[in-house]
């Protein structure tokens, strides 16, 4: 039983998420003029040999912290599989991917979906906020003992996943229309990677692999670049697979999760094509416009997710060395999906698709159309080449229309 105090107070705490907030700009006359920072590459050959990488070095420096290197081999355990999971529909696997010189992760639990008789199919790679359970409807699948954000909606109680959890998620894992378009999944909760509080560090990857004591996680990375890890080992496993075609992997996220899309897909270029949903401020978003969110009120609400040096830009863009065009041109050449939602103002949709628009020199250097259009396109009308973009009708979510334009371009570029 909701007491009602506590109810009313969550009802106006969801409200507020989708009204525009006091002292927080939409007005497209008042986001300021900062130019972008030069891209600086006038060759592919020079792209790749050395502007990537030091724009790279910049995100690691600026935004997301340095991934550590030096961690030690992951583990693969494939701790059950289902040949007929969903009505037949897909073999399920779980593996345990864990740090055998890093003990104190606890490692974190991969759920895969390969559609049966399709023969090593590409492969979506994604995190989710609520645990497989949340994400599949199929109620063997075990239910996460970790940490969780509160949330009454979804039935968190105590930090804790309740058997009300299930399925949750499900409307943003569309599973049967992913797997019927001949795609596998594979899936994990980000809390078993860092637990997503400012003390998650503490209990997770980055304290585990900290190199001289806790003290200097902080300032090596942040939450986003310990998820992103997490992506890239998901990837690991997926090369081990020979029901998977490792070749072919995806890389997808919503929102911080799409933070954490764009920051794996620049960082492991394993990841074919890069797909960010929703992803905003520190995602997609263009940080020196000053629309919705901005790098002020991001890193003052999750200053985890970052390298502190980050938050030294709050109210002063101008001054950082990147902007998130680069972060989509670190994709280059290989295909990238920016999506936004036409009411998810926070994220600010013209933000995001002027990101992949200002990526556009650098996919032209490897004789690639980005956008192709100039100007951020109609409500549902996808666009785009090798950058695609949509701004889809309604809220801040994953949806099948989402899902619809990213299994054709994945199809499209890999000619499935
Ligand atoms: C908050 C945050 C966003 C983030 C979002 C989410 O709204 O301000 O930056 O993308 O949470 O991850 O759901």
């Given at each position: 039983?909701i007491?009602?105090?506590?109810?009313?107070?969550?009802?106006?705490?969801?409200?507020?998420?989708?009204?525009?907030?006091?002292?927080?700009?939409?007005?497209?006359?008042?986001?300021?003029?900062?130019?972008?920072p030069?891209?600086?590459?006038?060759?592919a050959?020079e792209?790749?040999?050395s502007?990537?990488?030091?724009?790279?070095?910049?995100?690691?420096?600026?935004v997301?912290?340095?991934?550590?290197?030096?961690?030690?081999?992951?583990?693969?355990?494939?701790?059950?599989?289902?040949?007929?999971?969903?009505?037949?529909?897909?073999t399920?696997?779980?593996?345990?991917?864990?740090?055998?010189?890093r003990p104190?992760?606890?490692?974190?639990?991969?759920?895969?979906?390969?559609?049966?008789?399709?023969?090593?199919p590409?492969c979506?790679?994604?995190?989710?906020?609520?645990?497989?359970?949340?994400?599949?409807?199929?109620?063997?699948?075990?239910?996460?003992?970790?940490w969780?954000?509160p949330?009454?909606?979804?039935?968190?109680?105590?930090?804790?996943?309740?058997?009300?959890?299930?399925?949750?998620?499900?409307?943003?894992?569309?599973?049967?229309m992913?797997?019927?378009?001949?795609?596998?999944?594979?899936?994990a909760?980000?809390?078993?990677?860092?637990?997503?509080?400012?003390?998650?560090?503490?209990?997770?990857l980055?304290?585990?692999?900290?190199?001289?004591?806790?003290?200097?996680?902080?300032?090596?990375?942040?939450?986003?670049?310990?998820w992103?890890?997490?992506?890239s080992?998901?990837?690991?496993y997926?090369?081990?697979?020979?029901?998977?075609?490792g070749?072919h992997?995806?890389?997808?996220?919503?929102?911080?999760?799409?933070?954490?899309?764009?920051?794996?897909?620049?960082?492991?270029?394993?990841?074919?094509?890069?797909?960010?949903?929703?992803?905003?401020?520190?995602?997609?978003?263009?940080?020196?416009r000053d629309?919705?969110?901005?790098?002020?009120?991001?890193?003052?609400?999750?200053?985890h997710?970052?390298?502190?040096?980050?938050?030294?830009?709050?109210?002063?863009?101008?001054?950082?060395?990147?902007?998130?065009?680069?972060l989509?041109?670190?994709?280059?050449?290989?295909?990238?999906?920016?999506?936004?939602?036409a009411?998810d103002?926070w994220?600010?949709?013209?933000?995001?698709?002027?990101?992949?628009?200002?990526?556009?020199p650098?996919?032209?250097l490897?004789?690639?159309?980005?956008?192709?259009?100039?100007?951020?396109?109609?409500i549902?009308?996808?666009?785009?080449?090798?950058?695609?973009?949509?701004?889809?009708t309604?809220?801040?979510d994953?949806?099948?229309?989402?899902?619809?334009?990213?299994?054709?371009?994945?199809?499209?570029?890999?000619?499935?």
């Open positions: 039983m007491r009602p105090g506590l109810f009313l107070l969550f009802t106006a705490f969801a409200a507020l998420a989708q009204t525009p907030r006091p002292g927080v700009n939409y007005d497209e006359a008042k986001v300021g003029n900062d130019p972008l030069d891209l600086k590459a006038t060759t050959e792209w790749t040999k502007r990537r990488g030091e724009i790279l070095a910049l995100f690691e420096q600026h997301y912290g340095k991934t550590p290197a030096n961690v030690g081999a992951p583990k693969f355990e494939v701790t059950a599989t289902k040949p007929d999971a969903l009505g037949g529909l897909a399920r696997k779980f593996v345990h991917v864990s740090l055998p010189e104190a992760w606890q490692g974190m639990e991969v759920m895969i979906y390969i559609p049966n008789g399709v023969k090593a590409p979506f790679v994604g995190l989710s906020f609520g645990g497989n359970h949340a994400v599949s409807v199929e109620k063997d699948v075990p239910l996460s003992t970790r969780m954000r949330n009454k909606e979804k039935h968190i109680v105590d930090n804790k996943a309740t058997e009300a959890t299930r399925g949750t998620e499900s409307s943003r894992w569309p599973l049967e992913i797997l019927k378009a001949g795609f596998a999944v594979a899936t909760y980000y809390g078993d990677i860092e637990p997503d509080h400012a003390d998650g560090w503490k209990s997770g980055r304290a585990a692999v900290s190199k001289d004591g806790a003290n200097t996680v902080w300032s090596e990375w942040g939450a986003i670049g310990a992103a890890w997490g992506l080992r998901i990837a690991d997926l090369q081990t697979d020979a029901q998977i075609d070749k992997l995806a890389v997808i996220g919503h929102s911080r999760l799409g933070k954490t899309s764009l920051w794996a897909g620049a960082q492991d270029e394993r990841f074919g094509v890069v797909i960010s949903n929703n992803s905003g401020e520190g995602g997609a978003a263009l940080m020196r629309f919705g969110e901005t790098t002020a009120i991001i890193t003052k609400a999750f200053p997710w970052f390298t502190p040096k980050y938050a030294s830009y709050a109210g002063n863009a101008a001054a950082c060395p990147i902007d998130m065009h680069m989509i041109a670190l994709a280059a050449p290989r295909p990238i999906y920016i999506a936004s939602a009411e103002h994220a600010d949709p013209k933000g995001e698709f002027l990101s992949g628009f200002h990526a556009g650098v996919y032209a490897f004789g690639k159309k980005g956008v192709v259009v100039e100007e951020q396109p109609a549902d009308t996808p666009v785009g080449n090798f950058i695609g973009y949509h701004n889809r309604g809220k801040h994953v949806t099948d229309y989402d899902w619809t334009q990213y299994l054709t371009f994945a199809r499209r570029h890999w000619g499935r």
